[in-house]
């Protein structure tokens, strides 16, 4: 029987893997309304002037600037009305000094006219309108080009689209574009007293959770889980399961084996088939995570415990899947807090503690790391430094929520 | 021609909105692993324990404690091993005084014994092993339904699944639960001069972007989009694809009408259908927003530039379809930062002025309502309150991000 291996720090760790789960390069095409939260694979290169061209920014008349210079509400500037513009109208007339065309917002400005007036600061009679206050050249009009210009780089390759970059693909008429494609992510659970949702449970039986929490942290990361059938400890079945996990995805993460016995058999295959860079974690419930390289693919194995499994699907499977994905780093939001009850901490390790927060209260979830109910309850976690002995009720600490 | 309605301030339209954007009732059935930010619509009572029997929490020997009371490093109890246990395996051995079972971490605790004693405090030779140190009863076992027990409230209705409610639900071995369906959202956009993206442009003519961006903020809020194809200023096409749209969804979200005579043909619907509630928002950007109860159904009017139209849908949009969806408000992520720029304020409305941040720097984006280019550069956006005439270059500001 062989112990857990040497314990590294935490930051170690997440550096050897950060080192090991690097970007997807494939790409492929998607419409732009499937597109929300996916990377750009491409710079975006304006084909068209955005607006396309100088359109009226008011609802009111096309004027010639220099012909309302003295207009004012006593002594309106009368013009002759020569044409009417809708929205979505080609102007064909062109303007002449001491004429207006009656134009509506985003209209095509039409030849001539260099303002609008606009409707408020008129009246019309008939084919005569007055205007009672003066324009001077391009008030009230959008300019053609001003928000993009014909061969602006507008989105570049790698951002995230959010709605407003879906918007600027729309400006341009795009519907399809390259992105990255989601790292597939081969979810491997082992365990011979593991069974399957929905089946009936036999004695000594317990269904497995981890396969679907660690779906859930995947798909919320940006990954494509793929949940493999459960395999029995037995080392035929876990080959035959690894090499087409290897095969398939992107990454392949193992889960469950809750003893040393199970543990053994899956670190002894990718011990011969690649190489084992982590055989522990220096963090409290990441103790019996492992991390490999396998036919030059990452293979993380998380512990069997729900929460602990949970807990380091949140430290460092959330984050590597995002990285494989081109996204940036997720934005923790960090709550100060006061803590609910004593806690104690650890010489040799980093603690990451669900906890629960009740107004401004961190209330630490203690159930033991085999209790799936712990972090389903918690909104968080706080870190107890290394080398921490206590930490006291009412002490401040910063929550980071999941 | 009318204008566009009174002003009433931002918080009242709020209020307005939310009073008829209310959690939509129907719910369907949803394999868990697809259920990840869903909303449960039943209360998951326990059909097991879990765990569902008394099991080892460490690998090692399964005792009965009394026997280990005088053990230590020096003088060793000595038991007999009478059976093995693997992961998955059932007790079939009763244990007596005097005796152990080899047991791996979560297996099933044969009867008799009440405690197990780590494998690190053992030495085994042959059926014979010494024991280094005494155990408690229950030292290293886990008892059944410590987690859960059977009638447990799990989860309870209401609640959203993240990962770890996910992994209680896979604890229950349901496959699939019963959720609220996502809120329907018919996207109606509406313009003379709108192009759908993927056609080529004629002059005067632009693409339509809102029902783009429109789509990722409802998708993003938990809403289901449906957009509708273009609506020419024509009464009886914008008629019918109203009220097809009030059939099919649960919401109605027009987009478009730049021009007030648009703007004009969908209130004037709105008025002779339902009841208008809003022609106006006191706010800068969101003015030509409407929203209206037709047919029981909140309706919801859009400005036609792209930047206040996505401004509004963060601002109004999104929380009405999370509220729909039985989704918590959204966590605002919040950042202290310093105005880069002087920019000034208006004594009827409060502002919402979009950002890019910069290190500590909050960068006015100033271009014109109509760029979209504008809020895709936005990181997020700063407050102006009402009657606030300036604000200065380094003067602190609270960005919230989108």
């Known amino acids: 029987m062989k112990l857990f291996g040497e314990l590294v720090p935490f930051e170690t760790a997440q550096d050897i893997i950060e080192r090991y789960t690097l970007p997807v390069e494939h790409t492929q095409g998607l419409g732009i309304d499937a597109a929300l939260g996916r990377v750009l694979a491409e710079d975006i290169i304006a084909l068209h002037y955005t607006p396309p061209f100088n359109r009226a920014g008011m609802d009111g008349y096309a004027v010639i600037s220099g012909d309302t210079t003295s207009a004012s509400k006593q002594n309106p500037e009368k013009l002759k009305l020569v044409d009417t ?33 606009m409707v408020e600061y008129t009246e019309r009679q008939g084919d005569e309108v007055s205007i009672f206050k003066p324009v001077s050249s391009l008030d ?27 918007g600027v693909l729309a400006s341009q008429g795009l519907r399809l574009i390259k992105v990255y494609q989601r790292p597939v992510v081969a979810i491997l659970p082992t365990g011979e007293e593991i069974v399957e949702i929905g089946k009936k449970l036999k004695p000594g039986q317990i ?81 019996p995570t492992t991390f490999a390289v396998v036919r030059g693919k990452p293979v993380l194995g998380m512990p069997g415990y729900p929460t602990s499994c949970l807990m380091n699907a949140y430290l460092f499977l959330g984050p ?22 004593r806690v104690t901490g650890s010489v040799s390790r980093k603690q990451f503690l669900p906890v629960k927060i009740e107004g401004d209260i961190a209330q630490p979830i203690f159930k033991k790391s085999r209790a799936i109910t712990g972090t389903a309850k918690a909104d968080g976690y706080i870190i107890i ?18």
Chains 1, 2 share one sequence.
Not at 97 to 102: L, S, T, Y
Not at 141 to 163: Q, R, Y
């Open 385 to 402: 430094a290394e080398n921490t002995s206590i930490m006291e009720k009412d002490e401040p600490v910063m929550v980071t929520l999941f």
């Open 85 to 117: 513009l809708y929205a979505g109208s080609i102007p064909t007339v062109k303007l002449s000094a001491g004429e207006c065309i009656q134009i509506a917002t985003g209209t095509q400005m039409p030849v001539g006219a260099d303002a609008v007036v």
């Open 320 to 341: 590597a899947i995002r990285r494989m994905a081109h996204l940036p780093p997720k934005r923790n939001i960090e709550v100060d807090a006061k803590l609910g009850e």
């Open 140 to 166: 009230n009009v959008g300019l053609k080009g001003e928000d993009i210009k014909k061969g602006d780089v507008v989105l570049k390759h790698s951002v995230c689209l959010d709605a407003g970059k879906i």
């Open 207 to 287: 269904y497995g959770i981890n396969s679907h929490t660690l779906s859930a942290v995947v798909k919320e990361s940006g990954g494509l889980p793929v949940i493999f059938p459960i395999t029995r400890d037995n080392i035929e079945s876990i080959k035959t399961n690894l090499a087409k996990a290897l095969d398939e995805a992107d990454i392949v993460v193992t889960s469950g084996g809750s003893s040393v016995g199970e543990k053994d058999l899956i670190i002894n295959i990718l011990e011969e088939w690649g190489k084992v860079l982590l055989h522990g974690r220096k963090i409290k419930s990441g103790k």
